[in-house]
């Protein structure tokens, strides 16, 4: 194998460990919500928390170049370290809530120093074929993201612990492969000088602000469907009466699937284009958000088959805004660039996470998913726009 096959392999392995600690408080919501006796919406802050600081720890690594200034592979493996020794921290200290919170906050912030710099050392092996890489990496994120759903399903939760404790031993294995393995590629950009403004460039430039204006529209979607389709599986399952387990499975394979996705969009952006493959892939996932709410009556087969498809296509534009972004940016700043869309993206989905469930309140599971759509139409305009304008020759080889 190829010193690029290898490293690429390896960090989207090293990846896939490390982000299944994103979900981990997620996946065993149900139970500490008995356990503390708080409602949903609390709940919700157990994802809401890691995307807060998340964002937080992105934006403070984007405004001092950490990325681009720093060795990566030390800074993804330093990130997938402490994210794993404050996760495991929750079961070992026997926290509550609010330390549960504070812990899952500073999760976030460690996961913040993982996902954008490897997309950046991912990057640096790629040239023509970047949409294939960097599809690969964020496939191997979405499993890994996934992963603690089948955990749990496996075990049928019975003690929520184990998950916590396996995810956070993944996440420790994760940081070293990485720490050994994730060296950057011969397309690195020359050693950059600090630019403390630098991260403004983001909204400030026509095709960085376009390219970014569909990942918006695509993150408004993705973590809302993410954090919430397990609970609106568990309730569709149940009222046919179907296992919970059942639920847990399917919530692993419709997220999971995405990983799929994700590497082949990839492909068939290098060839046909980026801004196609994202309008297609939203127009699919945004249809799906429509539909699945007013399934519920036909069954968990059709329920399931949603599922599957909008987990299949939610995903597989990702990769491809953040390598459009790596396209045009200059490639000495790619890391700060690439950690400041993703710090604003995932600013974003608190809105959308902590929303879903008012709305479930009010209308009820079958339109619940509905405002979700809104995203990816808005985005669909926006890579729409890309592809008509001056940069979209920068894209893909010149494929927009």
Known sequence: MSAKWRTLLLL???????????????????????AWGIAAGSAAWLTMSVQLGFVAGALLSALFNVPDLWAPKRVLAVGAFAGAALTAAIPFLHAGFGATVALRFGTGMALALVYPVGMKIMATWTREDRGLGIGLL???????????????????????????????????????IAWRFGELGPYRGAAPRFRLGYMGKALSVRGLRLANFGYFGHMWELYAMWTWLPTFLAVAFLSAGWSPAA????????????????????????????????????????????????????????????????????????????????????????????????????????VTIRLLPSVVDVIGWRWAFAPLAIGPALGCVAMWRLLRSADAVRLAGGRG
Not at 12 to 34: C, N, R
Not at 267 to 286: E, H, P, V
């Open 12 to 34: 989207a392995l090293a990846e896939l460990l490390a982000m299944g600690l994103w979900f981990a408080g997620t996946a065993v919501a149900p139970a500490l919500q008995d």
């Open 247 to 350: 639920a847990s499975f399917v919530a692993f394979a419709a997220i999971g699937l995405g990983g799929l996705g994700s590497f082949l969009a990839g492909y068939l952006a290098d060839r046909w284009g980026r801004s196609r493959t994202t309008i297609l892939s939203m127009a699919i996932s945004g249809s799906c958000a429509l539909v699945i709410g007013a399934a519920m009556p036909f069954g968990p087969w059709v329920v399931t088959g949603i599922a599957l498809v909008w987990g299949f296509a939610i995903v597989a534009d990702s990769a491809q805004f953040s390598t459009s972004v790596s396209e045009l940016a200059e490639p000495e700043y790619m890391g700060t660039m690439l950690t400041t869309q993703t710090a604003l993206g995932f600013l974003l989905t608190i």
């Open 138 to 176: 964020v496939g191997a994120l979405t499993v890994g993201s996934a992963s603690p759903h089948l955990l749990r399903g496996l075990g049928d939760i019975g003690d929520w612990r184990p998950v916590v404790y396996l995810a956070a031993l993944l996440a420790a294995v994760g940081g070293g």
